[in-house]
């Protein structure tokens, strides 16, 4: 081996693989976020565990909607003119600028530098960054543009709102020319994009990947939009922190946020190669479909039920070892429950050692960048032995055992292990498998 440069890069000479039943093992290595928490992963996490609410009222520009709150990522405080050239800023939609950032951040920590990484590495790094929905406000900007005049209408306006373009300007930035894979699942997006990843590490597609997910659309026409299928809250606008309740009685809908959170996911043995820091393993990844509706799952919770399941087995481990899980549960009367009696089935009687959390309490519902978010929580969880709490229950009405205060994560097996769910419109689902890292 020889190192390159200040950033300390370890290259290969050889390519070892590390095994775990005969497969490559998957570990996170370093992480980003711009959360209406925070700017950063640090300050995101310090106020999740706070049980702090980044959920406020919205602007007079939404005055007349039903729903008058959200979590809002503070543009004056996130300062992009000092990370974004004048040409990015123009050239990307709000949630790919977003990405962009968190994926700085996440190369950062995980004390990676592409600059000094050899072409044959470059080939072998790759970006799988997703996007759940583009924002409405570019469409009906364009139009009203277009009522102007045809010149009106900017030459960037269908690259903005392609979901693939956060990969593109990642990739590009950086030239990482492994995987360029992008994913839109409604609200499972970032899950998708992390289980994705993964799995092109494991097979042998990429030693490195930037995975998650971008999302920026709360504007007057999706917050219309989601009024509409009365899947907003509408009950707290005059306290918008309480708005979103996860698994209380009370709760009546979910908030909408904005945000995005990425991952950087090493081949095992890349990452010892090069004395990077391992927060925590990705163990398994199971996908399903509810067949039901196109926006509420089935009673029986089967297709959650299935995907978790499925991360299981293909984390090789039993449902004994398991003693907590994220949940999707985004604070509507119907998926929170059917999500717990879910949980139920997949543990039957070891449910009682599972404990359980949804942080959207604190940030809202970032849709197709919520499971990445949480999955980054859920990532510090296993390396701080910390589980973050679900704020704002005052009547718990489900039969699961949720964390209400942020607490240590002890467990009488040799790792943490965790599930992280995320279910999306159309009735697609993911669940991840984290756990703590073992040698």
């Not at 042998?204 to 809250?233: K, N, Q, W, Y």
């Not at 090069?274 to 927060?279: K, S, V």
Request: net charge neutral.
């Amino acid at each position: 081996m020889r190192v390159l440069g200040k950033c300390n890069i370890l290259v290969r000479q050889t390519r070892n693989l590390s095994t775990q039943s005969g497969r490559r093992r998957v570990v996170v290595t370093g992480s980003g976020a711009v959360t209406p928490l925070g700017n950063n992963g640090p300050d995101s996490w310090r106020r999740i565990l706070a049980g702090e609410s980044a959920i406020s009222r919205l602007s007079p520009e939404f005055k007349g909607l039903p729903c008058q709150v959200a979590a809002q990522i503070s543009r004056e405080s996130l300062q992009l003119d000092q990370h974004l050239t004048k040409s990015d800023i123009k050239l990307m939609s709000p949630a790919t600028q977003l990405a962009v950032l968190a994926a700085e951040e996440a190369l950062a920590t995980g004390k990676l530098c592409p600059k000094q990484l050899s072409e044959e590495q470059l080939e072998r790094f790759g970006v799988c960054v997703g996007m759940g929905m583009f924002d409405l406000a570019e469409v009906y900007g364009a139009w009203n543009q277009l009522q102007r005049g045809y010149n009106r209408v900017s030459p960037f306006f269908v690259p903005r709102l392609l979901p693939s373009m956060a990969c593109g300007h990642i990739s590009m930035r950086h030239g990482l020319r492994g995987p360029n894979h992008s994913v839109s699942t409604a609200c499972a997006t970032g899950a998708h994009a992390l289980g994705d990843a993964m799995r092109f590490i494991r097979s042998g597609d990429a030693d490195v990947m930037l995975a998650g997910s971008g999302e920026a659309c709360i504007d007057p026409l999706s917050i219309a939009g989601f009024c509409r299928l009365r899947a907003l809250s509408t009950a707290f606008n005059d306290n918008p922190a309480v708005a979103s309740r996860p698994f209380d009685k009370s709760r009546d809908g979910f908030v909408m946020g904005e945000g995005a959170a990425v991952l950087l996911l090493e081949e095992l043995e890349h990452a010892r190669a090069r004395g990077a820091p391992i927060l925590a393993e990705i163990l398994g990844y199971g996908l399903s479909g509810d067949a039901y509706h196109i926006t509420s799952p089935s009673d029986d919770g089967a297709g959650a039920t299935l995907a978790m399941k499925r991360a299981i087995q293909d984390a090789g481990i039993a449902p004994e070892d398991i003693t907590y899980v994220n949940a999707h549960a985004t604070s509507t009367p119907t998926g929170d429950r059917i999500e717990s009696h879910a949980i139920g089935r997949v543990f039957g009687n070891h449910t009682s050692q599972v404990r359980v959390s949804s942080t959207k309490g604190a940030h809202g519902h970032l849709l197709g960048s919520s499971g990445n978010l949480e999955a980054l929580f859920v990532v510090l969880a296993c390396a701080h032995n910390k589980l973050p709490p679900s704020i704002n229950i005052e009547h718990l009405d489900v039969d699961v055992n949720v964390v209400t205060k942020a607490t240590e994560w002890s467990s009488d097996q040799k790792r943490r292990v965790a599930l992280k769910n995320s279910f999306g419109f159309g009735g697609t689902n993911a669940s991840l498998c984290i756990a703590s890292y073992i040698e």
